[in-house]
Each structure stands twice: as structure tokens, then as C-alpha cells.
């Protein structure tokens, strides 16, 4: 929800003149009269059991204030190769962030906090990203050069990330298209954010080094859906190695976005793919309201090379009674300023995306770069207070800036604000505004955005540039010999789309596709039918419904795995049961993976029964169906009666012979 209550006139006006539709309603016509654009950065943790570029173990996580030690860190930024400083790394030296890393002996170590040079490159971690990169079909690199990257938001001690590109120009198909793979990179993994409030962030190194791929497709997405399509499949390829990690946290995305006219902008950290529809479709409005705000003011303001915000610091006792809030903040021995945007009038409460306005754009650089925490701003087009403000009795609603208008001695095509905070973070502030204002006569600006849940984004930081790339001095070039090459080609997993044609050949039910690709249970059917007189379609349905609803309605047991499946179908082929008892062993062993098969049977009420044992009440149902007559459907006779003795046959006789069996001797009477 927007921090800033929206004007609804104006919100409604401008949202219609920027022409946006929910994503349900939008159609490829939509897309294509945007001039719409997506790629994507899909990050991926490799299977290893030692981090990247040192010894300490892999997945071991802390909890809660679980911590051996604190390391405090302030951030400065470096020149690159060129001579030149990155904008990110600019951007971030603003906030005057207070890093703090909470350490843990078992899974950290020096190198970990920067205090000693990079062990040689986990092998293991390399030979599964060539493994992935060839399965993108990339050409592989003769050597990898390691290179740093510079990530001055704390969330690496070094103050850079240390990656290398393993495979360049590969690709993978779509339902209607192929899609273009930029390249294949290995790179550690950051640490884990605890807090980020102020000017002091907590992070904690656990899964700081971490080995990781990162997986970059050209933008050819030309469509929300395709977006995640594509992403899908590029999960369920690195899914397919059986070396990835995962989980929450496992598996993250980063998805690029621009339209005809705006810029790539990036939006990170999506945590669900299911999720890229909502974020790209909002995303490409957003660009489109921005390209309309500069359209605007470029009527509005004569020249914008001489545009320059306006500013006084104010005392609350010269406000009207609605602003009354502020006079409680300056008790609280904080700066008020009122600041006046000449020409802004009717911008402030511009649609941008569901929720939001162009305010928020204000609004969000104010609590990233002067870390002033929201509410952070009162406007002139507000018609409440920001969340977490109350006014007080009585006083008038919507809120009047007359006041605050008269002592800016503003125009009347201008728009005001009132920040609040330390006079340090003013200044900041300040200059964030009017950086921001002057970038809307350019449109869209170059920036990195943060996803949320509900398919907006936040801003979060400026987007970096190639100034924030440069060769890491402490690591040599490591050679990758054609031999070793071919033979991880020579053991390659089939293929994503071959699994989709191996599992319509094998007549698995099409709704199991999606649980049965992410969880890479195609080897677990594989293995079992293998050994087995199971068809591939019963042990597919059994994974892919039965032991989804399992995992749904329960959290995942410990001790349990899918070799237990394999284990209760040999069972069940060893006593000659029939495989629909499976089904109603797997509930059992799910939920207690170390009982025994025999102990499971027992469970579950099952007598070893002959088919003329099963079939000798027959006679008895069938008169007792009669007297009770529960239906005049003429088959409601034969439902009945397999109700009563499907219990005696599971595992006993195949349900469908039993039908069968039932239904000729009913007809014989």
C-alpha cells in the first residue's frame, strides 16, 4: 500500500491516460503497442558442500541472534580500470551506512569478513556450471577469468562480488519461439539482509560464498507470459542436473524490463517466477506514466536547464491546524523543511502503478539514499496524512498547504512537500528531490527496483553500469581442457522439452507437468519403472498428485526422501501386492519415513485377501443394496457394492478387474 494517500481525481485521470489495463485484460496487442521488452538474470545456488572460493561448509544457517561475532563495516567506493567511479557505488556512499555482520565460527571464515586472499575456485561448483552451461547449449569458454564486482550496499564485506563467465551465446526453446542465452556465469553468493533501518544494515555470513550460476537471456520476451515461461524452463533445466540447491532462497530472479522510448530497468530479487507477470506488466506502465509526466512538463516548465526546487526551513507554529503532526515532530528535535517543485502541479499524484503515484518515486529515493524511514513526506496533492501520521481532534481533512504555499510564495502551477528528519539527512534529501524532479523531463531513469508481493516495485538503487566491473588481481586464469569438456557433455541430463514428450509418451497426466519438472522427479520414474513392473503413468500420477497434496497439506519430514518411494514400490512388487496400495502406504510413510513397509500394511487395516474370498459377499451386498435402494440410477448398484469391497482389494486385486469381475456377475443375475 502506497505510504501516501492518493488523490482520487487525479489518480483515476491520469491512470486513464496513460492507458493502463490489468494484466488479466491485457492482450499481445497491449505488449506490442507498448513496445514491450524482457530478459532475465535467473541466480541459482549449486549442490556443493564447500563455498566458492573458500573451505567453510555450505547450508548451514543461522537463526535469530545466533552469532559468534559482529564485524562493523563503512563502505567506500573504488575507482574502475578507466579512472571512473560506478553511479551505484556513488549512490551508496550517500547513505553513510553503518554495515554490521553477524558472524558465525562454524560457516565463516577470514575470508569470509575479507582478511585474507581467495582459496583456488571450488572445482566441484565449476564442473556443475559447465555441466549447466552446456545444457543451455553456450559455447564454453577456454579460460575462466575471475572478475569483481562492485556491490557497495554492504551485502558482501569485500565490497565486490567475485563471478566469471563459464558459457557464452546459447539458447532454449519456448512453446512458440527460441530464446537467446547471453551467457552462463559462476559467482558467490552475498550475504543474507536481517535489517536495513536508518543508517545501520545487519546482514548475517552464512550464505555469504555460497557457489551460485547466474543465467542471463537476451530480451526477447516480448509478452508478461513469455517472461515466465522462459523463466520456468531455465528452472527447470538447472532443477534437472539434480545439482542445484532448493528451497527458500535457493533460487532467485532478476528480470529487466523497458518499452518503446523508456530504458532497461531492473527489477530485483523475484522471489517467485509465478510473480513475473504482475512486476512486468506494472513495470511497463510505469515507463509508460514516466514518458507521459515528461511529455507534461515539457509544456509546463519553459526551459528545464534553469528548473531549480525551491526550499525553507519552516517552524510547525506557522502551519494551519491540519499540519498540526509536525509540530510533535519538531519536539522531537528534527529539521522541517517546505519545499516547492515549480511546475510540478498535478505530477505529485500521477499515476505510476497500482497503489502509486509519482510521489512515491520521491518518496522511495528519500528512505534509500537519505535514509529517512517512511513516512518521510507531506504533499500538496494529498488528501490524508501518510500512513503512521494521525492528525489531531478536529482538525480539517483534506490537508491544507495554504500556509506552507504562502511562505514558499509558490505559483499556482507549482506543488509542495514538507520532509522532516536530522539536518544531515535534509540536506540529503534535498538533493534527492531535485535529482529525481530533473530526471522526469528525461522520462525514465536508470535504476534497479525492488519486487514486492503484490506486483509493484520500490526503487533501491541507481542501476550499475560497466564502471563497476573490473579483473580480480588475487586470482589466476583457470583453463578448461576440451577432455574435461566432453566428458561432462557425454553425461548431460535429457532435456527440458524431451522431458515434456517423455511424459505425454509415457501418458502421465498433463496437470503433474509442472510439480513433477520442479521437484526433477522424471529420474525418481525413471529409476523406479526401471526395476520395476510399475508403469510410469502410475508412479508419475503418484508423485505428481498424491505426493504434492502430501507436501501441500504438510511440512516436509525429515528422514523422508524419494528413495523411500522406491523402497515402498519394491516392496509392494517383492510381496505381490497390486500398486494401488501405494497410495494409501504413502501417506504413512511420508509422515514417518523410518517405519517399516510391514509395520505400514498393518497401518492400514490390510488382510491378504483371494479374489474368491473378496467376491464370496457378493450375494450378501447385492441384497442389501436392494433393501436400502439408495438410488434408481441402474449402475448405482455396481458403485455401491465396489465401495464396500474396495478396501478388501487394495493391494489384493487391480480395482479394475474387480469392476469387472463385479459387473458380470451382476448381469448374470
Not at 545466533?66 to 574502475?80: G, N, W
Not at 569485500?158 to 563471478?163: E, P
Not at 481532534?393 to 512537500?417: C, E, H, M, R, T
Not at 500398486?579 to 519415513?593: C, G, R, S, T
Request: charged fraction near 25%; aromatic fraction near 8%.
Amino acid at each position: 500500500m502506497s505510504d501516501t494517500f492518493i488523490p482520487a481525481e487525479n489518480y483515476q485521470k491520469t491512470k486513464k491516460l496513460v492507458g493502463y489495463v490489468p494484466r488479466l485484460e491485457a492482450t499481445n496487442k497491449t505488449y506490442s503497442d507498448l513496445g514491450f521488452k524482457c530478459g532475465l538474470e535467473i541466480h541459482q545456488q549449486l549442490k556443493t558442500d564447500k563455498k566458492l572460493f573458500c573451505r567453510c561448509p555450505v547450508g548451514l544457517y543461522q537463526k535469530g541472534d545466533d552469532y559468534d561475532a559482529e564485524v562493523i563495516r563503512h563502505m567506500r567506493p573504488t575507482l574502475s580500470e578507466m579512472g571512473e567511479y560506478d553511479g551505484t557505488a556513488l549512490m551508496e556512499r550517500r547513505t553513510k551506512k553503518n554495515i554490521i555482520y553477524r558472524i558465525k565460527n562454524q560457516s565463516a571464515c577470514t575470508y569470509d569478513i575479507d582478511d585474507t586472499p581467495p582459496f583456488p575456485i571450488n572445482r566441484q561448483a565449476l564442473d556443475i556450471a559447465i555441466e549447466l552451461a552446456l545444457m543451455l547449449k553456450t559455447n564454453i569458454v577456454g579460460e575462466v577469468h575471475i572478475t569483481r564486482k562492485q556491490y557497495l550496499d554492504g551485502s558482501i564485506p569485500t565490497g565486490f562480488q567475485r563471478t566469471a563467465i563459464v558459457g557464452i551465446e546459447g539458447e532454449i526453446p519456448l512453446k512458440n519461439k527460441k530464446i537467446g542465452i547471453i551467457q552462463l556465469s559462476i559467482e558467490e553468493d552475498a550475504c543474507r539482509e536481517v535489517s536495513d533501518i536508518g543508517h545501520q544494515r545487519i546482514y548475517t555470513t552464512d550464505r555469504l560464498g555460497t557457489p551460485l550460476i547466474e543465467m542471463v537471456t537476451y530480451p526477447e520476451m516480448l509478452t508478461p507470459d513469455e517472461a515466465a515461461e522462459a523463466g520456468q524452463y531455465l528452472r527447470f533445466l538447472a532443477r534437472s542436473s539434480g545439482k542445484v540447491r532448493t528451497g527458500i532462497g535457493a533460487g532467485r530472479q532478476d528480470v529487466n524490463v523497458s518499452i518503446t522510448g523508456g530504458t532497461r530497468i531492473e527489477i530485483k530479487g523475484v522471489q517467485h517466477i509465478s510473480w513475473i507477470p504482475e512486476l512486468t506488466h506494472n513495470e511497463a506502465f510505469r515507463q509508460k506514466a514516466l514518458l507521459e509526466i515528461k511529455k507534461i512538463l515539457s509544456k509546463t516548465v519553459s526551459d528545464k536547464n534553469k528548473w531549480k526546487l525551491f526550499f525553507i526551513d519552516i517552524d510547525p507554529n506557522q502551519l494551519n491546524g491540519n499540519l498540526a503532526p509536525l509540530k510533535k515532530i519538531a519536539q522531537q528535535q528534527k529539521r522541517i523543511t517546505a519545499v516547492n517543485l515549480p511546475g510540478f502541479k498535478s505530477i505529485l499524484s500521477f499515476f505510476t502503478q497500482p497503489g502509486q503515484m509519482f510521489a512515491n518515486e520521491l518518496s522511495d529515493r528519500i528512505k534509500v539514499i537519505a535514509c529517512l524511514n517512511r513516512p518521510n513526506i507531506f504533499h500538496s496533492e494529498m488528501t490524508e496524512p501518510p500512513l503512521g501520521v494521525a492528525l489531531p481532534l478536529g482538525a480539517a481533512s483534506p490537508l491544507s498547504f495554504d500556509s506552507v504555499i504562502k511562505l514558499l510564495n509558490a505559483g499556482d502551477n507549482d506543488a509542495q512537500l514538507i520532509i522532516w528528519g536530522s539536518s544531515e539527512d535534509i540536506d540529503t534529501a534535498l538533493e534527492v528531490v531535485e535529482e529525481r524532479c530533473l530526471m522526469a523531463f528525461e522520462g525514465i531513469p536508470n535504476e534497479t527496483r525492488k519486487s514486492l508481493a503484490d506486483g509493484t516495485t520500490l526503487f533501491e538503487r541507481v542501476l550499475p553500469g560497466p564502471d563497476r566491473m573490473y579483473p580480480d588481481t588475487d586470482s589466476a586464469p583457470i583453463s578448461i581442457d576440451d577432455s574435461d569438456i566432453e566428458k561432462i557433455k557425454n553425461n548431460l541430463p535429457i532435456e527440458v522439452v524431451d522431458r515434456y514428450r517423455q511424459f505425454k509418451d509415457w501418458q502421465i497426466p498433463e496437470d503433474t507437468y509442472f510439480y513433477l519438472l520442479k521437484s526433477n522427479l522424471a529420474v525418481v520414474i525413471e529409476k523406479i519403472t526401471n526395476e520395476s513392473t510399475v508403469s510410469p503413468r502410475f508412479v508419475g500420477t503418484l508423485l505428481g498428485q498424491s505426493l504434492k497434496y502430501l507436501e501441500g497439506q504438510h511440512s516436509w519430514t525429515s528422514g523422508f526422501s524419494h528413495n523411500k518411494i522406491y523402497g515402498m514400490i519394491k516392496f509392494i512388487q517383492d510381496r505381490k501386492l497390486t500398486w494401488e496400495i501405494a497410495k494409501e502406504m504413502l501417506p504413512l510413510v511420508y509422515e514417518h519415513p523410518n517405519v517399516e513397509f510391514e509395520s505400514a500394511l498393518a497401518m492400514i487395516n490390510y488382510f491378504p485377501k483371494t479374489e474368491k474370498e473378496i467376491l464370496e459377499n457378493l450375494p450378501i451386498l447385492k441384497n442389501k443394496f436392494d433393501e436400502i435402494r439408495i438410488s434408481k440410477d441402474p449402475g448405482a448398484s455396481l458403485k455401491w457394492i465396489m465401495g464396500q469391497l474396495r478396501k478388501q482389494a487394495i493391494g489384493n486385486i487391480p480395482l479394475k478387474d474387480l469392476y469387472h469381475l463385479v459387473k458380470k456377475e451382476l448381469k448374470n443375475d
